[in-house]
């Protein structure tokens, strides 16, 4: 505030709109997400400055943040690609988010009070529901919001955080586990163990559960993939 006029006064360093190659990034990212681009594609850089009515400078940084992130793969001469992950990086990944996601299951049966079991279990009840009408996706959608839940539970912040980037390459396979003959009722078994070793306040028991339940679920896209 100015003193002399009341006027606003604004710091040089201050940032009061996010840079426009950002929110670039963030449309992209949820494309990619949902496959709208899908794995392995070539990405029209052209087409989307268009589309989004912008010059090629900012979508070229968004693709460079995305490229850092492993969204995207820049190959000279060749353009941008949707990147596309291989069994054997399906096969490396999947134990990473097993180790990560059971810490958080052993942390949460720590740290969560009754009301935080409540609402996850409430979540549950909910792909309880799903899966009796067979609604894949709805339960996919619904897993989700049950990991992300059980995350917040555990309340470590770093883990949350490399929890997410390592969610966003397995986003990048073509697959999800549930399309596995049997695997949606298999999956909501293994909630109900993560859900009552919670409940017993047994944090070896949780992490171990949800460790497993991560890599089931990496065996049924390896299945998948086999058409076995």
């Known amino acids: 505030m100015n003193a002399r006029d009341g006027s606003v006064e604004h710091s040089p360093d201050r940032i009061t709109h996010t840079a426009l190659y950002q929110q670039v990034a963030e449309r992209l990212r949820t494309r990619i997400f949902a496959h709208e681009l ?11 400055a268009d ?8 979508l070229r940084e968004a693709l460079k943040v995305l490229a850092a992130e492993g969204m995207v793969v820049l190959r000279p001469r060749r353009g941008c690609y949707v990147a596309e992950l291989s069994e054997q990086d399906l096969d490396e990944v999947f134990p990473v988010m097993a180790l990560l996601e059971g810490r958080a299951a052993y942390e949460a049966a720590t740290k969560a009070s009754d009301a935080d079991l409540r609402r996850l279990a409430g979540i549950h009840q909910d792909l309880e529901r799903h899966a009796a009408s067979d609604d894949a996706d709805a ?12 995350q917040e539970l555990a309340g470590n912040g770093w883990l949350q955080h490399l929890i997410d980037d390592t969610r966003k390459m397995i986003k990048l396979t073509r697959r999800h586990s549930l399309q596995l003959e049997g695997r949606l009722d298999q999956s909501l078994a293994e909630h109900r ?16 559960t949800m460790h497993d339940h991560l890599l089931s679920g990496r065996e049924a896209l390896a299945k998948l993939q086999t058409g076995r």
């Open 38 to 48: 899908a794995p392995g594609s070539w990405i029209d850089e052209q087409a989307l």
């Open 51 to 58: 589309e989004y009515g912008i010059s090629r400078t900012p």
């Open 139 to 150: 339960f996919f959608a619904t897993n989700d919001a049950f990991h992300a839940a059980l």
């Open 193 to 208: 163990l993560i859900l009552d070793a919670l409940r017993a306040r047994d944090p070896d028991r949780a992490g171990r």
